[in-house]
Each structure stands twice: as structure tokens, then as C-alpha cells.
């Protein structure tokens, strides 16, 4: 546990450990202390508060790539009443790294995907820390089918430092596996709902990322490229990536202000690790809402809709830069 | 490669294949070129006669866009569109600015991508051609626009289309911004698809990231020039995750061949000749079933 510790949380976690000492002496010695220790608490609370509304990027990476972040399986056992996981591409095999199955959600039938990372070692070493290879997307494209023959709208669920780069994963076409998904989800008959949950990494997130409503949770992010790979490439120095954090302007605030997702779920006080339960109800009821708004529309107007809103997304003038004489 | 060689803006200009005037072609002050592959010294003007492949390995050089175009169209036929489309700076990211003006001037092109109308061999074509010599051909808003104005045309016009891919990946610099214009071409490719309008991909060295995991995938033809590396996630990235050599020819066209990736591997000789035989097919017309 002490290496999941957030340097940024030291000061939180040094406040509740002495809550505990004194709520443990009171309890010794038979000395009313509450009022103390009501202070404290919550001194820890506003404490918290203050620390969370003043993050900064790098530090809101660290936060969507902890340890303990509920994973797509978690979401899963806390939303849905019922769930069958569905396994493989049909192709060449079955990944780990990417979750796949239908279920009830208030008796409502979803197809669900998600990247599914590890939470211990040996969970990372089979599901590759939820780097999918191309049948994962592949087994992710079955499932969607699937689910618009039988009218049941999708919920993907992304968590993933990117796509696996391994020799196996470029031979079997990591890239077409990732370009046909895209594809056929612009075009696919039912709603996709889609949420980050905590990394966006780059193609292997948009792999399963292109939808009607896609939402970010408070403390995930989005990006083209890790911000250490950005650091590395742009400027040749891995460690300016807090930098090339803010630079790229990958939190859920900075992307839902660019217009480039459609909403921001709220996490729990201190991150959604720290009450999975409660994100959990956060993300069902983003996604029932969300169902509600988009089963107003036609399947037609559906797909008109997804294909204007990502026909859209691009920022560029009639005018060239060096003519404003900004060049 | 191109810009030792020839300056800035100052074009090889190569004929098409079947009419070259050998006495156009500009070579720079600089007389040969050290073979990148297999390190034999060619003089310049028989590198650009042989356009700008090694005659003594088969190695092929990058060609900027407008040589692309060049030896691949009918001679005049080429009209651009999609223009007067420059790029912004919407993240204001750090030195990107200074380095959209740079590509800017050692190109002389607008942008990381070239889009029109022309004909090879008489066969009309909405044709797109990617630069890498433009920060390195990746895609941000505009490449992602121009593409798809490209893909529209051809919805537009049920002409075939063409496009010669090169790229790093994704622009970074425009963060979100180059990463959703994966997901704007491939569902223009869809449309496209789904109206049965033929679309060729040629993919070029090198083609990778983004561009390879979006439209440059979603042909119905693809087409690897010899030797292009052709990759999502690069050599290098993948050599540092497996900590092992890489396959003999990894990533190569004709390792991507083998693999069932490609439909075909073709020297840039031949790629005019092939195009024209696939447009030849194509164009013949349709089987009437059921009378």
C-alpha cells in the first residue's frame, strides 16, 4: 500500500493517521476527545477539498493511473445486475487485456467493453496492464456487432496506457484491428456510450473510444501520446513530461472546455480508489441518463449525429498563420 | 534528404514515366548522393532519372508530395482543392507556431498533405499525397480535413480514390485534436465504403501511427511501396518494450505482405503502371445479374 501513496496526499494521510492515534487513546484511556477529533476530521475534509480543486495535471495522471483505480471488471461487478463475460475474436484468440460481455443494468440489456488492467502483477502480466492486442479489438468488434443485431446499446469503458506495441500485436495488424473498429463503430445501429475511466492512452483508447456520448471521469485523462513519450520525442527529455502534460491538455476539465468530449462524471472525494462503490453509481446513472437522451433518436438520426459530431472536430483557419504575421 | 539535395522549394522536377526530358531535371550544387542502404555514391541526375531509387540496391528515397504527384499523374492533369485551409495552434502548444512556419518555408507547402483531382493513364482519380518532409506527415486538423475533403469528393464525384500515406503518427501539438481526426476519416471511409466507391491506399515510408491505424488501413486495395516501413507502434517503441531484437525485415512491406496486411508490394517503377491496371479493372464496368 505505502507505494500507492500520492506524494501530493501526504499531508491527508499524515492528518488521518492522527485521527487514528487519537481516536485509539480515547478509547485507552476513557478520555472524550470528539470534539478533537470531529476537528480534524474535518480539517482532513476541507484539506482534501483544497488539494483536489488545486491539482495539476501530472498529478491528476498519477491519480488515473493508481494502483487501486477501479477497474472495468469492478465497474462491472457494482453496476449490472447480471453479467456474462464473452470471450475471443473468433480469429486467433482471446485477450485478457480487453473485457467483454452482455448484461442487465436495472434490467436493461447493454453490451459492455472495457479495458481491463490488473490490479496485482500477475493480473498485469496477463492482461498486458490493459494493452490490448488486435484481437482484443477485434473480440470488441464481434461484440459490438452482436449487439446491433440484437439492438442492445454498447457501454466501453476505457482504461489503457495505449494499444500493446509487441511484434505479435504489429504482425497480426494492430493498426487495421484499431482503423476497422473506428470504422464500424461511426456507423454501428445502436448508442455507444462511452466513458474514460482513468488512462486514455492514445489509439488503444479511440480503439473503442468513437461514440454518441463520450464522458471522462473527473481524474482520468485523454491523450494522443503519454506525456513521457511526448516529452521524449518533441523535446528529448523524458523528464520535462509534466510539461508536456499540461501542454497537451489531457484532463477531463481542459477536453470537455475544447468541446472534444460530451461530459464530466464526478468522482467521490479523493478519487474514485477511494470509494469504488460510490464511482460506480456515478458512472451507472451517467450511463442510464445518458441511454434515456440518446433513445429519443431515431437510429437514423443516431448516426447522422455521430458522424456530424466527429466530422467536426478539427481546428483550422481560412487564413494562413504566417499572413496574420503570427508565423 | 530532399532539401540536401535540392534546396528549399527548388522541385526535381521528374516527367512521368513515359515522357521524361532529361534536360529539366534540376539537380542541386551538390552532384551525388550517398545511398542511405547500401552507401554507393549516385550522381543526382541519375538518382532522379531512376526517381529517386537506388540503382544499385533498389533503396527508395522519400519523395516530397509534388514529385509524388508528378510521377504518378498525367502530365497537367493535376487540380488541387481543399486549399486555402491552414492550420491553428488550439492548444497554444509550445513552439508549434514557429514550427508550422518552418515546415512551411523548407517545403514550400501549406501542409503535410496534398489533395486533388487528376488522371493516370486517362483514368480520372481524386488523388491525396502526404509530405514527410512536414513535420514529419503527421496528422492534425488540417491533414484530417484535407483527407476527408478528399474522401468526400470522391463520394462527390464516384471518382476512385487514391492516397500515398506517410507519416510519424498523430501531430502531437494539436493534442485531441490529431487524435479524433483518426475517427473523422475512417467514418468518411465508411461512407465511402457503403456508396461502392473504390479506394486504393499506397502506404509509403514510412507510414505509421495514427494515419496507419485510421484511413491508410481501410482500403480496399493497399498497396505498400517496396521496402516502406509500415508500422503502428514504431521499431524503436517496441524494441525498448520487449527488450529483444526485432524478426529479420520487421515491419518492412514485404514482411507486412507475408503477414496478409497488404494486397500488394509494388517498386515505385511499377507503381504508376499498377495503379493504371487496377483503374483499368475497376473501370470496366459492372456484371448485370439477374438480367
Redesign the interface.
Known amino acids: 500500500m505505502v507505494g500507492n501513496i500520492l506524494d501530493f496526499e501526504k499531508p491527508l494521510i499524515e492528518l488521518a493517521e492522527k485521527i487514528k492515534e487519537l481516536q485509539s487513546f480515547m478509547d485507552e484511556k476513557g478520555i472524550d476527545l470528539s470534539d478533537e477529533i470531529n476537528r480534524l476530521k474535518q480539517r482532513a475534509r476541507n484539506l482534501q477539498q483544497e488539494i483536489y480543486a488545486g491539482l495539476t495535471t501530472k498529478q491528476i495522471l498519477q491519480i488515473a493511473r493508481h494502483q487501486n483505480r477501479p477497474t472495468a471488471r469492478e465497474y462491472v461487478d457494482h453496476i449490472f445486475d447480471e453479467f456474462v463475460e464473452l470471450h475471443g475474436d473468433r480469429r486467433f484468440g482471446d485477450d485478457p487485456a480487453l473485457l467483454g460481455g452482455i448484461g442487465l443494468i436495472d434490467g436493461i440489456p447493454f453490451t459492455l467493453l472495457g479495458h481491463q488492467k490488473g490490479k496485482s502483477t500477475k493480473e498485469n502480466l496477463k492482461g498486458n496492464f490493459g494493452m490490448a492486442h488486435p484481437e482484443g479489438y477485434r473480440k470488441a468488434l464481434r461484440l459490438m456487432k452482436q449487439a446491433e443485431k440484437f439492438n442492445r446499446p454498447v457501454i466501453t469503458l476505457i482504461n489503457t496506457p495505449g494499444a500493446f506495441p509487441g511484434v505479435g500485436a504489429e504482425e497480426r495488424g494492430q493498426a487495421e484491428a484499431i482503423a476497422t473498429n473506428l470504422m464500424e463503430m461511426s456507423d454501428l445501429r445502436v448508442p455507444i456510450i462511452v466513458i474514460v475511466t482513468g488512462e486514455g492512452g492514445s489509439g488503444g483508447a479511440l480503439g473503442i473510444g468513437l461514440g454518441d456520448k463520450v464522458m471522462m471521469l473527473e481524474y482520468s485523462y485523454y491523450s494522443v501520446s503519454s506525456p513521457e513519450a511526448c516529452a521524449a520525442i518533441l523535446w528529448k527529455d523524458a523528464d520535462k513530461s509534466a510539461e508536456a502534460a499540461e501542454a497537451l491538455k489531457i484532463t477531463s476539465s481542459a477536453l470537455y472546455k475544447l468541446g472534444l468530449i460530451d461530459e464530466v462524471i464526478k468522482e467521490p472525494a479523493g478519487g474514485a480508489h477511494k470509494d469504488p462503490g460510490k464511482a460506480a453509481m456515478l458512472v451507472k446513472e451517467a450511463i442510464l441518463s445518458s441511454l434515456k437522451e440518446l433513445s429519443k433518436l431515431s437510429i437514423e438520426e443516431l448516426i447522422n449525429q455521430r458522424y456530424q459530431k466527429y466530422r467536426q472536430i478539427g481546428e483550422f483557419s481560412r487564413i494562413s498563420l504566417s499572413e496574420e504575421g503570427l508565423g | 534528404m530532399f532539401k540536401d539535395l535540392f534546396g528549399k522549394s527548388k522541385y526535381v522536377t521528374v516527367k512521368t514515366i513515359e515522357k521524361r526530358d532529361k534536360e529539366e531535371v534540376s539537380p542541386d550544387n551538390r552532384l551525388w548522393t550517398k545511398c542511405n542502404s547500401c552507401k554507393e555514391i549516385i550522381f543526382n541526375k541519375k538518382l532522379v532519372e531512376n526517381l529517386m531509387v537506388c540503382p544499385k540496391c533498389g533503396y527508395h528515397f522519400r519523395l516530397t508530395a509534388k514529385d509524388r504527384l508528378t510521377i504518378t499523374l498525367d502530365q497537367g492533369s493535376f487540380k488541387p482543392f481543399g486549399e486555402?485551409?491552414?492550420?491553428?495552434?488550439?492548444?497554444e502548444?509550445?513552439?508549434y507556431?514557429?514550427k508550422?512556419?518552418k515546415a512551411?518555408a523548407k517545403t514550400g507547402m501549406?501542409e503535410a498533405v496534398i489533395v486533388g483531382e487528376g488522371t493516370i493513364k486517362e483514368h480520372p482519380v481524386i488523388i491525396g499525397v502526404m509530405d514527410f518532409n512536414f513535420m514529419g506527415g503527421s496528422m492534425g486538423?488540417?491533414v484530417?480535413?484535407k483527407i476527408?475533403l478528399a474522401i468526400e469528393k470522391a463520394l462527390e464525384t464516384r471518382k476512385p480514390l487514391i492516397i500515398f500515406s506517410t507519416a510519424g503518427?498523430?501531430?502531437?501539438?494539436?493534442?485531441?485534436?490529431?487524435?479524433?481526426?483518426?475517427?473523422?476519416t475512417?467514418?468518411?471511409?465508411?461512407?465511402l465504403?457503403?456508396a461502392g466507391v473504390l479506394f486504393i491506399s499506397v502506404m509509403t515510408n514510412p507510414t505509421s501511427?495514427?494515419v496507419?491505424?485510421?484511413?491508410?488501413?481501410?482500403a480496399d486495395i493497399i498497396i505498400g511501396e517496396k521496402g516502406a516501413l509500415i508500422?503502428?507502434?514504431g521499431p524503436r517503441?517496441?524494441k525498448q518494450?520487449?527488450s529483444a531484437d526485432?524478426?529479420e525485415g520487421?515491419?518492412r512491406a514485404e514482411f507486412l505482405l507475408e503477414?496478409?496486411?497488404l494486397d500488394l508490394v509494388v517498386s515505385r517503377d511499377q507503381l504508376r503502371d499498377e495503379l493504371a491496371r487496377i483503374l483499368k479493372i475497376h473501370q470496366a464496368g459492372v456484371v448485370n445479374y439477374g438480367g
Open positions: 486555402d485551409i491552414y492550420s491553428l495552434d488550439p492548444l502548444f509550445p513552439g507556431k514557429d508550422i512556419a512551411k501549406d486538423s488540417v484530417g480535413e476527408t503518427g498523430a501531430r502531437m501539438q494539436e493534442g485531441m485534436f490529431s487524435l479524433m481526426q483518426m475517427a473523422k475512417s467514418a468518411a471511409v465508411k461512407r465504403h457503403k501511427g495514427g496507419t491505424a485510421s484511413f491508410a488501413s481501410l508500422a503502428f507502434a517503441v517496441i518494450t520487449i526485432l524478426p520487421f515491419q503477414h496478409g496486411m
